[in-house]
T-cell receptor, first 108, second 112 residues
Framework: KNEVEQSPQNLTAQEGEFITINCSYS?????LHWLQQHPGGGIVSLFM???GKKKHGRLIATINIQEKHSSLHITASHPRDSAVYIC??????????FGTGTSLTVIP | GAGVSQSPRYKVAKRGQDVALRCDPI?????LFWYQQALGQGPEFLTY????????KSGLPSDRFFAERPEGSVSTLKIQRTQQEDSAVYLC??????????FGPGTRLTVL
């Protein structure tokens, strides 16, 4: 198993720091998703990407298809960014695989 | 409604009981997904529908798990003869074909 690996598993940052979460995958993919899950369970889709880079506010997601790697960056982190960030991929066979998540805590 | 809804939000079942979990996707979303999330773990794929067709059920852990979406909108995930290891949050998501998935709040199932 472990078609999707994330690092780090846990991350603590000071408010204002630049944060990077990494995702590596081993299958051929059609798309990669970055999801955010706050305590209490609600999941929000942040990005879906299949190439290049996407930006939304302070969040940036990049993907390198050749290296089978994606990164999620958070600029000027804030305590409200504290959540679990999950990388998920849709394989070329339309199967879905999820990483176990990166638990981010941003300290004021 | 504006988002994906699931019911019930919480379900406690005695071991051996059958349970049915409901998902109402966003109107017009063709694709519907069920995931199982154990405590402290990421979601794991269970099954996927496109309209009423169940295109992939490879993630269903056993033949006690059954999902349907008879009219291509509402879906029900049924678990027969529940076991303690079935305790988890069951998440439903919908999307327009295979685009961005929108997740429901989940149903937390506890099997005693």
């Amino acid at each position: 198993k472990n078609e999707v690996e994330q690092s780090p598993q846990n991350l603590t940052a000071q408010e204002g720091e630049f944060i990077t979460i990494n995702c590596s995958y081993s299958v051929g993919i059609s798309a990669l998703h970055w999801l955010q899950q706050h305590p209490g369970g609600g999941i929000v889709s942040l990005f879906m990407l299949s190439s290049g880079k996407k930006k939304h506010g302070r969040l940036i997601a990049t993907i390198n298809i050749q290296e089978k790697h994606s990164s999620l960056h958070i600029t000027a982190s804030h305590p409200r960014d504290s959540a679990v960030y999950i990388c998920a991929v849709r394989s070329t066979r339309n199967q879905f695989y999820f990483g176990t998540g990166t638990s981010l805590t941003v300290i004021p | 409604g504006a988002g994906v809804s699931q019911s019930p939000r919480y379900k406690v079942a005695k071991r051996g009981q059958d349970v049915a979990l409901r998902c109402d996707p966003i109107s017009g979303h063709v694709s519907l997904f069920w995931y199982q999330q154990a405590l402290g773990q990421g979601p794991e794929f269970l099954t996927y529908f496109q309209n009423e067709a169940q295109l992939d059920k490879s993630g269903l852990p056993s033949d006690r798990f059954f999902a349907e979406r008879p009219e291509g909108s509402v879906s029900t995930l049924k678990i027969q003869r529940t076991q303690q290891e079935d305790s988890a949050v069951y998440l439903c998501a919908s999307s327009f074909y295979l685009g961005t998935q929108y997740f429901g709040p989940g149903t937390r199932l506890t099997v005693l």
